[in-house]
């Protein structure tokens, strides 16, 4: 058995291709959940339109090739932000591992009532708890944090224009969603928006 020195070990982390495979980790750990977790939820008693859900699919999908694959790496898209350095790196993992820890503590809050669709459910709640406590949207949020952490991994400008149009994707799939519970939930809704942030706490 080959006994890898400790100096050669921290130089092998400090590899930028290394870097990149820890940086992924999270998002697998995300993937696998949301897969797991979709299978249990609960039936929808109403659904958003079509058009609007296409919407936020074309942004998301285009979002996450610009993210993690170089194929639009052109032009200006491929030029630098940020210098190529390991702790730039590193800093960028920790906000990948914190922004999907954030979405999935999020996620297991809402339980069955959990959608990649606009909906309300059949016997839906309004949930309070967990994150939910200081912010309307935590799972957007988590996913905003960690795709910022992931582009400062990549450090070209492809990354920011990534963040941008998730923000812009879920930020109109949240003004949907505070719609659609504000017409179910009337009042007690409202008294929850006045007290919460959208995607980050209310100071």
Request: glycine share 6%.
């Amino acid at each position: 058995m080959t006994i890898v020195p400790a100096r050669a070990f921290a130089d092998l982390l400090m590899e930028p291709q290394t870097l990149w495979q820890i940086d992924l980790i999270p998002w697998y750990i995300f993937v696998a959940y949301w897969v797991i977790t979709s299978l249990r939820v609960k039936p929808a008693k109403v659904a958003e339109r079509p058009a609007d859900r296409l919407a936020t699919l074309v942004l998301m999908t285009l979002a996450f090739v610009l993210l993690f694959r170089p194929w639009l790496s052109i032009g200006p898209l491929r030029s630098r932000f940020i210098p190529s350095d390991n702790w730039i790196s590193w800093i960028g993992i920790a906000f990948t591992s914190f922004g999907v820890l954030l979405a999935i503590w999020a996620r297991y809050c809402l339980g069955q009532y959990w959608s990649a669709q606009v909906t309300l459910k059949q016997g839906h709640q309004l949930i309070r708890s967990g994150p939910y406590r200081f912010i309307r949207h935590p799972i957007y949020t988590g996913m905003l944090l960690g795709a910022t952490g992931t582009a400062l991994g990549v450090g070209e400008w492809r990354g920011v224009l990534a963040v941008v149009l998730i923000y812009l994707a879920h930020s109109r799939k949240a003004m949907r969603e505070e719609s659609l519970l504000a017409s179910e939930f009337g009042e007690e809704y409202e008294s929850y928006r006045r007290s919460t942030g959208f995607l980050l706490p209310r100071l």
